[in-house]
Every structure is written in C-alpha cells, then in structure tokens.
C-alpha cells in the first residue's frame, strides 16, 4: 500500500516537472506566406502589395520605394535559448509611381553581412534595489522658491 502511493507520488512529480518541457512555437515579424509572395508581380501598386502581404516590417533607410518583410520562426524549450527555425527576407521595390519593379527573396544562408551577436545594453540594471526606493526622497518636498542643484553637479 506504501509503496504504490510512493510510486503514485513519484509519477505524478515527475509528469508535473516534463509539462514545462513543451516547445513553444514563436513567429517574430512578418514571415510572408511563399504563396503570396508568388502572387506579387511587377506592376503592382503599393496598396495591393500592402493588401498582399499586410505592411512591411521596415522601409529602406534612405529609399521609401523598397519594402522589406523580414521574420523568424523560433522555438524554445522551457528555460533554453531559443533556436531559429527558419528565417526569411521578402525585398520588395518600387518605382517613382509606386508600382513593383521586382520582387526578391535573398538567400540567408550564403549572406555576405556578418551579423553581430552583440546586445543592447540594458541600463536599468544600474538601478539597485536601494536607489529605486530612496531615489525620489527630497525630490518632491519644495522647501523654498531657490531650485535646489542637483546631487552631484551638471551631467549627473
């Protein structure tokens, strides 16, 4: 009787700890259907691009007429990195008058662009514990009508 109600515990233990190994699914972007992307032809206008393939992920920095669908297929398993499953770049360019002059869709796995690993740096982890609570005290009591200079002079 003991040892199966052990056992009983020690099974459910263990399927509670696996439900947190599922793989999640995740799509970052606008990973555009390879169908639709088909559909696009030259001398469409941006409206029925855009009803196509819904808005672009970025414009070109300095040229409004190219359009660039970019996204990511990822997944991860509970407290893992994430793993790219696929990606995809859809470059879509325009004339003057807003019609498709060509439709492409780079290969990311010859790429002639390094692409860096390196992250933004997160400045609120400067903030302690400490500072976010008794950073604002003195800061709202007004004392007189002098404004009262900054702790640590200008550029703090």
């Known amino acids: 009787m003991f040892r199966s109600r052990l056992a009983f515990i020690a099974l459910?233990?263990?399927?509670?700890?696996?439900?947190?190994c599922v793989r999640?699914?995740?799509?970052?972007?606008?990973?555009?259907?390879?169908?639709?992307?088909?559909?696009?032809?030259v001398g469409m206008t941006q409206e029925e691009v855009a009803?196509?393939?819904?808005?672009p992920t970025t414009l070109a920095q300095f040229k409004d007429n190219v359009w660039f669908y970019y996204?990511?297929?990822?997944?991860?398993?509970?407290?893992?990195?994430?793993?790219?499953?696929a990606s995809?770049?859809?470059?879509?360019?325009?004339?003057?008058?807003?019609h498709?002059?060509?439709?492409?869709?780079?290969?990311?796995?010859?790429?002639?662009?390094?692409?860096?690993?390196?992250?933004t740096e997160d400045l609120s982890h400067r903030k302690t514990f400490m500072r976010s609570i008794f950073g604002n005290v003195g800061r709202f009591n007004k004392?007189?009508?002098k404004v009262r200079p900054r702790v640590g002079g200008p550029g703090y």
Do not use: Q, Y
Not at 51 to 55: A, R
């Open 88 to 98: 995809k770049v859809v470059k879509v360019s325009f004339d003057n008058t807003g």
């Open 51 to 55: 009803k196509l393939l819904g808005t």
């Open 12 to 20: 459910a233990f263990a399927l509670l700890l696996s439900s947190g």
């Open 100 to 119: 498709v002059t060509a439709v492409e869709t780079p290969d990311l796995n010859n790429r002639n662009v390094a692409i860096s690993s390196m992250k």
């Open 24 to 41: 999640l699914h995740h799509t970052r972007g606008n990973f555009a259907d390879s169908d639709k992307v088909a559909e696009v032809k």
């Open 143 to 145: 004392t007189s009508d």
């Open 71 to 85: 996204g990511t297929k990822e997944s991860t398993v509970a407290f893992l990195s994430p793993r790219i499953d």
